[in-house]
C-alpha cells in the first residue's frame, strides 16, 4: 500500500503531523452507498402504501371489519420501526449539505505538549484489571510532566488503593508520570450520579492544583489505550479552539483500511468476544463506529460512547462541569456541549481496546443500562421538539440527530407489541373467506407479492453494500439482538414514564456482573438443565412455541387443502416477519445450547515491553466467509415469500 503523505504543521509551541484521512466504506463509494440507499426505501416506500392501499380496497369489499388483515400489517409496520429509523439517520447523513470531507489523522510530535489529565472511573472491577489500565495509560508516548493519571474509585477499595500507591512509587522511580487514588466519600441520602459524579469529583480535585490541566481525558477501567491515544487525540483540540470534546471508536474492522491505520487487523476491539460474535457485541460498534457515527460527525452530531476520550477544560467549566446524569453521563456531556455551541468530533483512530459483557446476563444488563442512559438524555432536552429553549443552541443537524437516537431507544417497545400482536393476526382464518378475497383481488395479491420480493432483494443488496465489512452473519447476530433482547429494553422504556418514585436509577458495573451459568468456561460451564431451566431460556421458550402456533395450523391446512392454497395469510410480509422473529429469539436458546468457549482473560493478553498486558492477535482463528451462508439465508427467506 502506498505512503499516506504527511503535512507538518505548527500551532503556537505545538508540532503536528497531519495524515489523510481513515477513509470507511462509504466514503471510498459514496455514490454507490446513495443510490443503494435511496432504491431500497424507495421500493419499501411504495410496498408499504401498496400494501395498505390493497388492505383498505379489500376492506371495502367486505361486509365486516378484516381486523386480522390490519392488525397484521400494523404489526408487520412496527417491526420494520428500528430499521427505518436507523435508515433514516443514514440517510440524512448522507444527504446532509454540511461538511462532507473526512476528518483527516495528527500526530502531536516533539515534547511540547499540553497538559492533560487522565481519569480512570471503576467501581468493584477485578483490581487486575485496572492495574492494567493504569499500566497502560502511564506507559503513554507523551511527556510524563505533562500529564497525569488518576483512579478514581467509587467501591473504595483499600486493596486497589494499596496496589496503586505500589505502583504510583514503581512508575515515579522510571521517571513515569504522576499516578494517584482517590476516592470520594459518599453521603447517605444524598444522590451520588454515580459515574458522573464520581468524574466531577476528579476535575474539582485538579481544578484546585496549582496549575489544572487544559485538557481531561477519561478511560473506562477495563479499556487499554494504545500508546500513541494521546499524542493522535490531543491535536484535533489544539488546531479548533471550539471543539469541546474529541473521542474515537471502540472497534477494529475491515483490514482495507485498517492497515492504514494501524498495521494490525487481526486485533479485536473487544479482545474476549467469542469467534463468530453470537450475540452481536462487536457487530453492534463496529456497525456505529463504521458508519453511523461517521456521518453523525458531519452534522456535529457525534455522540461520546464514555471512553478514550478527550475534553477541553474550559468547555466543562462553561457548562458547569461535568453533566451530572445517573446512567448517561457520556452522551449527557457530548449533548450539552452541542448545545452551549461547542463542537464534537469523531476521531477516527482506533486507539484502545478492552472488554466485552462476558455472558448472556451482563449483555443484558449492559443494554437496559444503556436504554435508561438514552432515556434519560432525551428526557433532560424535552424529546428535542422544535421550539424548545432546552435545544436552542442545537443545529437542525443535531437536534435530528438525537430525536433519530430517541425513536431507536423506545423501538423496543413497538417490537414487543409487534411480537405479541403478529401470532394472533395469523392464526387462521375461515378459508372460503379467503378464497373469496384471492378471487376478487388474485392480480393484485400477486403484483404486491412481486413488489414485496423486488424490495426484500433490495435490502439484501443494501445491506451488504454498507455492512458488509463487517461480516453479513455478524450484522444478523446483531440484528437478532434487537429482537431477543427487546423485552428487557422494553421494561426500561415503560419503567422511564412512570414517576421517579417508581422508577429509581441503578448504574450497573457490567465488569462486576457474573453468570451463574458461566456459559463461557469450558471448567465452571454448568450443566445444560441449569443453562436452559431459567426464567429467561423459559421466555423465550414460551414465545417460540407461541409463535409457531398459527404457523403450523396454516401449514397443516395448506397440506390437507394441496401444494398452494388460500389458507395461508394473503400478505407474504407478515409471515416473513413472524418466521424471522421465532429464529432471532431463538439465539439465545441455542447460544445456551451449545455455548462459545472462551478462554480466562490472563490467556487472552501478552505482556509487552513496559508490562502492559495487551490483546493477542487472533484468538478466535480466521473466520471463513459469510457471503454463502448469507446468501441461503436470503434464498430461504424469498421462498417464503413466493409460497406464502
Known sequence: MPARKTVELNRGDYAIQRSPATLFPLETSPHLFKLSNVVTWTLWSFY?????????????????????????????????????VTALGILLGLFSLTRTD????????GDSAPSIAVMITCCGEPIEVILNTVKAAAAQDYPARKFCVMVLDDGNDIWLRWAIDK????????????????????????????????????????????????????????????????????????????LGIACPPQVDVDQKFQDSARGSHQLQRYYNVPAGDPLGQQADFSMYFTVQEVLNDRL?????????????????AEIGGWPLAETGEDYMCSAVLSNAGWKTAFVREFLQY??????????????????????????????????SWITSQMTWGQRAVNMLYMLRDYAPVTNVLAMILLPIALFPAQTDENATILLAHGSHLYRLRGIFLAAFVANRINAY???????????????????????????????????????????????????????????????????ILSFDMLMYTLYIMYASIPLLFRFNASRSLGSFTPSFFLFPGPTLK????????????????????????????????????????????????????????????????LWS
Request: proline residues 6%; charged residues 20%; hydrophobic residues 40%.
Open 167 to 242: 505502583l504510583s512509587s514503581a512508575i515515579e522511580e522510571q521517571n513515569g508520570p504522576l499516578v494517584a487514588y482517590h476516592s470520594r466519600k459518599l453521603e447517605p441520602g444524598v444522590k451520588s450520579y454515580f459515574k458522573a459524579g464520581n468524574l466531577q469529583h476528579g476535575i474539582d480535585i485538579t481544578s484546585h492544583s496549582r496549575e489544572p490541566s487544559e485538557f481531561i481525558a477519561g478511560l473506562d477501567a477495563d479499556m487499554i489505550p494504545e500508546v500513541d491515544w494521546l499524542r493522535k487525540m490531543v491535536p484535533h483540540l489544539i488546531l479548533d479552539d471550539r
Open 578 to 641: 413472524l418466521l424471522t422473529c421465532i429464529l432471532k429469539m431463538s439465539v439465545p436458546l441455542r447460544y445456551m445450547l451449545w455455548p462459545p468457549t472462551v478462554p480466562d482473560r490472563v490467556q487472552l493478553v501478552e505482556e509487552d515491553e513496559k508490562g502492559v498486558k495487551r490483546s493477542k492477535k487472533n484468538w478466535q482463528g480466521e473466520e471463513g466467509s459469510d457471503c454463502l451462508w448469507w446468501f441461503w439465508m436470503s434464498a430461504c427467506e424469498m421462498c417464503v415469500i
Open 48 to 84: 408499504i402504501t401498496f400494501q395498505f392501499g390493497l388492505a383498505y380496497e379489500i376492506q371495502n369489499g367486505t361486509p365486516h371489519f378484516m381486523w386480522r388483515i390490519w392488525a397484521a400489517l400494523f404489526a408487520e409496520f412496527l417491526l420494520s420501526f428500528q430499521e427505518v
Open 465 to 531: 453494500i454498507v455492512y458488509g465489512h463487517i461480516g453479513l452473519s455478524r450484522v444478523w447476530n446483531f440484528q437478532s439482538n434487537e429482537i431477543w433482547a427487546a423485552p428487557y429494553m422494553a421494561y426500561r422504556c415503560i419503567f422511564s414514564l412512570l414517576p421517579a418514585r417508581f422508577n429509581k436509577p441503578t448504574f450497573v458495573v457490567v465488569g462486576t456482573v457474573t453468570s451463574p451459568a458461566n456459559e463461557r468456561s469450558q471448567l465452571n460451564r454448568k450443566p445444560l438443565p441449569f443453562r
Open 300 to 316: 456535529g452530531a457525534i455522540m461520546c460512547t464514555g471512553t478514550g476520550y478527550v475534553v477541553r477544560r474550559s468547555a466543562l
Open 354 to 387: 478492552g472488554l466485552a459483557p462476558e455472558s448472556l446476563r451482563a449483555l443484558l444488563k449492559q443494554r437496559m443500562r444503556w436504554t435508561d442512559a438514552g432515556i434519560e438524555v432525551h428526557q433532560q432536552f424535552g424529546y428535542y421538539l422544535p421550539g
Open 102 to 109: 473526512a476528518r483527516p489523522s495528527y500526530h502531536l510530535t
